[in-house]
């Protein structure tokens, strides 16, 4: 079967095969013979393969060894499996009313020695559901031993590569622009779906790919509301808006979070808007080498509690990004909230924001930023304006 043609890969062939090579060597410090891999987000780091198909049941087998992977799919992803990406065995299972493609990838398993073998399966993804997951352990029981795979494609994946934060940088440009389109087309009177509609427009037309996840556009009292509602509202003269969304590229993912308000601003809200900055610049600054991922949080907690909004804060208030298929832009774990030990290392890229929804008063206001860990301070991805956005 022939190779990938280069020019469709997203990276380098060496860098792909070099990322293949950290993991068996991984797999052999473990014990392990062979992986399970699941993650749509795992086989594009892997190997480059770009595909939609991880909805069905999508298997690629990665052994300790360097005996070639192994992706077992369906028919209408052959093509794209054998042009984006650097594999080359692609079997494929076919839909039937008796289908079991768990099955398949048991007769895989004993094809490549693996009977009795310890092989780990990725488990924490949108690729693997719970009907899929029971399939393979009846189909797989006696056959090897499944273990939990802890995150580990994951894990190799969250310190970027040169070229990584290349796809990361231009992400940031398209959200950037992407913010000041929206800024700008605010006005009474519209829908607020139709600065969800600017957004789109302004990424998809400056090369970005679609976003995993629907952007948060939240007006009126939804503002407070920490996740995206149905049915559009009509902006009005005195208002404000939330909005949250990512901006993906090559499927490399930034994000940014800013509110617009409409009419006169209560006094409250924009103490809202000076705590929010303070905060977010505190924990910017936090985000070097060494620190942890609670230490951050702390910073955010102490913003909040301090200024005496303790009761609106969140449980965490940030996330790695990086590569994402849908249904979500979050690359977690890692997150950052209370505890998390995870330390800062130079080439790890995370979002995060201060979101301040009062309840009781329904003014809301949000601020966040995707930033880049550096050897020294952090490089700002994404940017905001200099001051709180109002629309008279």
């Known amino acids: 079967m ?4 280069e020019t469709l890969l997203p990276f380098a062939r060496p860098e792909l095969e070099a990322r293949q090579a950290r993991l068996r060597a991984t797999l052999r410090a473990r014990g392990l013979d062979a ?3 699941f993650s749509q987000e795992s086989l594009y780091w892997l190997t480059g393969y770009d595909s939609g198909g ?16 192994v992706l077992l799919t369906r028919r209408p992803d052959l093509l794209q499996a054998r042009m984006t990406s650097t594999i080359s ?5 076919w839909d039937a009313d008796d289908a079991n493609p768990a099955r398949d990838l048991r007769g895989i398993l004993e094809e490549r020695g693996l009977a009795g073998g310890r092989v780990a399966i990725e488990l924490n993804t949108h690729g693997l559901t719970g009907w899929n997951l029971w399939r393979c352990q009846q189909a797989l029981e006696g056959v090897c031993r499944l273990e939990d795979d802890d995150h580990l494609i994951r894990r190799l994946r969250v310190v970027k590569s040169p070229a990584e934060i290349a796809f990361m940088r231009e992400a940031g440009r398209i959200c950037d622009r992407a913010l000041e389109r929206v800024i700008g087309a605010a006005r009474p009177g519209m829908l607020d779906a139709e600065l969800k509609a600017e957004y789109l427009a302004s990424i998809l037309g400056d090369g970005a790919d679609m976003p995993p996840n629907a952007p948060l556009f939240n007006s009126g009292i939804r503002a407070v509301f920490g996740r995206g509602v ?3 509202r009509r902006l009005e003269a005195q208002d404000q808006i939330l909005v949250e969304y990512p901006v993906p590229f090559r499927h490399y993912n930034v994000k940014t979070e800013w509110t617009i308000l409409f009419g006169e601003v209560p006094g409250r809200q924009r103490h809202m808007y000076e705590v929010g900055r303070e905060t977010l610049a505190r924990m910017t600054e936090l985000a070097r080498p060494g620190t942890t991922l609670g ?5 955010y907690a102490t913003g909040l509690d301090t200024a005496g909004y303790g009761r609106a804060r969140y449980g965490a208030t940030g996330y790695s990004v990086g590569i994402n ?7 977690v774990p890692p997150m950052i909230y209370a505890g998390a030990a995870t330390v800062c290392e130079p080439g790890m890229t995370l979002f995060y924001h201060v979101m301040n929804g009062d309840g009781d008063t329904g003014l809301a206001m949000g601020v966040g930023h995707t930033l880049l860990v550096t050897e020294g301070a952090p490089e700002l991805l994404t940017g905001l304006p200099d001051d709180l956005t109002v629309i008279a």
């Not at 991880?54 to 992977?69: E, G, H, R, S």
């Not at 065995?89 to 299972?93: A, F, P, Q, V, Y």
């Not at 230490?295 to 910073?299: K, R, V, W």
């Open 2 to 5: 022939a190779t990938a043609p």
């Open 35 to 37: 992986m399970l891999v």
């Open 54 to 69: 991880f909805v069905f049941f999508q298997c690629a087998l990665v052994t300790a060894d360097d005996t070639p992977i």
């Open 89 to 93: 065995d692609i079997r494929i299972w």
């Open 230 to 232: 149905s049915q559009p």
């Open 295 to 299: 230490e951050i949080f702390d910073a």
């Open 325 to 331: 298929f849908a249904p979500t832009s979050m690359d």
